[in-house]
T-cell receptor
């Protein structure tokens, strides 16, 4: 079991470009969560997805951010027209159910220059 | 709105000491509580998960307790080792998984050889 896989590990984008972050959950897990960790701050919940459905996106900014978890393939967190304030570590977690133990990936560190 | 506080923010102790990390949360209507460890520039490693109906969980030298009514959890580390140096994060799950986990800002632990 390879665990939760995130790629890329590091991503550099210029202001105004798009960033795509990928997350493959653990085998057998159908619940995926995205979190953001800003420097010197704690992890903040962004969005909760199950296969093909967004369950809760209350933590995700309304503008420029979107997430999907298609029937086939990884979950994608997409940030359009990135700004410097988007620079952060983005973590994906997966679990078997909504209340089961959550397992985290290594994160994607996004730097906007 | 659920808030999670971890005390102390930082702790430095000599190797071999037993230590306690504290976590408190404002809303006792939680589904579970999870302790993680995060090494610099890395992802989160799940240490212990306590369901709301449980009082404690143990894994090796780690013991976590939960007092839901008072909104507190403690992580006890026995016979600390330099390899235990990391940031320890407490997170609570509410609302059957929706809203994800709410994290504290962590305790930065240094074990001196």
């Amino acid at each position: 079991n390879a665990g939760v896989m995130q790629n890329p590990r590091h991503l550099v984008r210029r202001r105004g470009q798009e960033a795509r972050l990928r997350c493959s959950p653990m085998k057998g897990h159908s619940h995926v969560y995205w979190y953001r960790q800003l420097p010197e701050e704690g992890l903040k919940f962004m969005v909760y997805l199950q296969k093909e459905n967004i369950i809760d996106e209350s933590g995700m900014p309304k503008e420029r951010f979107s997430a999907e978890f298609p029937k086939e393939g990884p979950s994608i967190l997409r940030i359009q027209q990135v700004v410097r304030g988007d620079s952060a570590a983005y973590f994906c977690a997966s679990s078997q159910t909504g209340v089961a133990e959550a397992f985290f990936g290594q994160g994607t560190r996004l730097t906007v220059v | 709105k659920q808030e999670v506080t971890q005390i102390p923010a930082a702790l430095s102790v000599p190797e071999g000491e037993n230590l306690v990390l504290n976590c408190s949360f404002t809303d006792s209507a939680i589904y579970n509580l999870q302790w993680f460890r995060q090494d610099p520039g890395k992802g989160l490693t799940s240490l212990l998960l306590i369901q709301s109906s449980q009082r404690e969980q143990t894994s090796g030298r780690l013991n976590a307790s939960l007092d839901k009514s008072s909104g507190r959890s403690t992580l006890y580390i026995a016979a600390s080792q330099p390899g235990d140096s990391a940031t320890y994060l407490c997170a609570v799950g509410i609302n059957t998984g929706a809203d994800g986990l709410t994290f504290g800002k962590g305790t930065h632990l240094i074990i001196q050889p």
